[in-house]
């Protein structure tokens, strides 16, 4: 149980265009979602909180015009990159917690992306 | 800032040694904590939970959890070159039991020669 799969896996995008990731909570749904940025050798620095039917939470210094996230629905979540640069080209994960009352997450797969 | 800290390593044990990985957190009202394992290229994968001092034992890995000293442990028996990854301690900012935002450590390399 607690499966979170993303999409794309991977993408390749020119810069100043814009690329929609999904995080789909598989067999559990999900209030909120968490969005992580990964640089190579770095840690996770989480990017915001995606809340189910409301707006998103960002972390300080994450400019939330330019990372859009949307929570439709209790299994979906998406991070739109807008006007990609090439330097957001990175690794994005997205987690969830299972259970309301539990504090542990599980993350997806995660996409990598680049931007030339 | 509610902090983790993990010593980065690199951590090299050999086959079938114990390797022992540690990790302080700042904020001592935290009661959850984790130990994640990241592959080169994956996304983290959650190994281990702990809630209340002590040890936590499951399989091959032990959690170690004091929270007078705000010290978390994660001990892999019988390491095996399949452990080579890098650790990720996190700990929840939610305050209880319940979720929250998670704050990670820098992450512990872990190398298990043959």
């Known amino acids: 149980g607690a499966v979170v799969s993303q999409h794309p896996s991977w993408v390749i995008c020119k810069s100043g265009t814009s690329v929609k990731i999904e995080c789909r909570s598989l067999?559990?749904?999900?209030?909120?979602m968490f969005w992580y940025r990964q640089f190579p050798k770095q840690s996770l620095m989480l990017m915001a909180t995606?809340?189910?039917?409301?707006?998103?939470?960002?972390e300080q210094g994450v400019e939330k015009d330019k990372f859009l996230i949307n929570h439709a629905s209790l299994t979906l979540s998406t991070l739109t990159v807008t006007s990609a640069h090439p330097e957001d080209s990175s690794f994005y994960i997205c987690?969830?917690?299972?259970?309301?009352?539990?504090?542990?997450?599980?993350f997806g797969p995660g996409t990598r992306l680049t931007v030339t | 800032q509610k902090e983790v800290e993990q010593n980065s390593g690199p951590l090299s044990v050999p086959e079938g040694a114990i390797a022992s990985l540690n990790c302080t957190y700042s904020?001592?009202?935290?009661?959850?904590f984790f130990w994640y394992r990241q592959y080169s290229g994956k996304s983290p994968e959650l190994i281990m939970s702990?809630?209340?001092?002590g040890d936590k034992e499951d399989g091959r890995f032990t959690a170690q959890l004091n929270k007078a000293s705000q010290y978390v442990s994660l001990l892999i028996r019988d390491s095996q070159p399949s452990d080579s990854a890098t650790y990720l301690c996190?700990?929840?900012?939610?305050?209880?039991?319940?979720?929250?935002?998670?704050?990670f450590g820098q992450g512990t390399i872990l190398t298990v020669h043959p």
């Open positions: 702990i809630y209340s001092n």
């Open positions: 987690s969830a917690p299972a259970r309301r009352d539990r504090a542990e997450q599980y």
């Open positions: 904020d001592r009202g935290s009661q959850s």
């Open positions: 067999d559990f749904q999900a209030t909120t």
């Open positions: 996190a700990v929840n900012d939610g305050g209880g039991t319940s979720y929250g935002k998670l704050t």
């Open positions: 995606s809340n189910e039917g409301s707006k998103a939470t960002y």
